[in-house]
């Protein structure tokens, strides 16, 4: 596991400033390399991860998914998935204003989440909470244009 001397805020914050992101700047921010995990015409998916923050926050795994051209403008996503001390969305809306609901749990799986958006001048900073665990983050995700597949990255 990497020790890095940053918060998860100092964290989205450093990433939010690269935009667009790609593989390299995402592996340097937070200290940890990214492996292909995934890749075809339509989208490029690399997996990293066991980052531990300052306040007893851990990014367990980190994605981070390029989608081509065609499926969505070259969009990029960087999900960095918690574990840890629990951050609620009280303290979300502190830092971050009022956030929109964007995506809600339908009852199939007590594995769906509730997706909080807040749009930023880069992108969108998404905030889920899985329906097993309502009162605690489970990830936060940086939605940014990307460089073109698989090239750039």
């Known amino acids: 596991m990497?020790?890095?001397?940053?918060?998860?805020?100092?964290?989205?914050?450093?990433?939010?400033?690269?935009?667009?992101?790609?593989?390299?700047?995402?592996?340097?921010?937070l200290g940890s390399p990214l492996q292909l995990d995934?890749?075809?015409?339509?989208?490029?998916?690399?997996?990293?991860g066991d980052v531990a923050l300052l306040d007893n926050v851990r990014i367990a795994q980190i994605g981070f998914t390029v989608?081509?051209?065609?499926?969505a403008s070259g969009q990029g996503t960087v999900g960095l998935f918690l574990s840890g001390a629990c951050i609620g969305r009280e303290e979300?809306?502190?830092r971050y204003g009022e956030l929109q609901l964007v995506?809600?749990?339908?009852?199939r799986s007590l594995h769906e989440s509730s997706v909080w958006e807040s749009t930023r001048p880069w992108g969108q900073l998404r905030f889920a909470f899985k329906q097993n665990n309502p009162e605690c983050l489970h990830s936060v995700s940086l939605v940014t244009a990307a460089p073109a597949l698989p090239d750039e990255i």
Request: hydrophobic content about 35%; glycine content about 4%; proline content about 4%.
């Open 2 to 29: 990497n020790q890095a001397s940053f918060t998860l805020w100092q964290a989205i914050e450093q990433l939010a400033q690269q935009a667009p992101l790609t593989k390299a700047k995402i592996e340097q921010t």
């Open 92 to 94: 979300l809306q502190a």
């Open 67 to 71: 989608l081509s051209k065609e499926q």
């Open 38 to 48: 995934k890749q075809d015409e339509h989208r490029a998916r690399w997996v990293g």
């Open 103 to 107: 995506s809600a749990p339908r009852g």
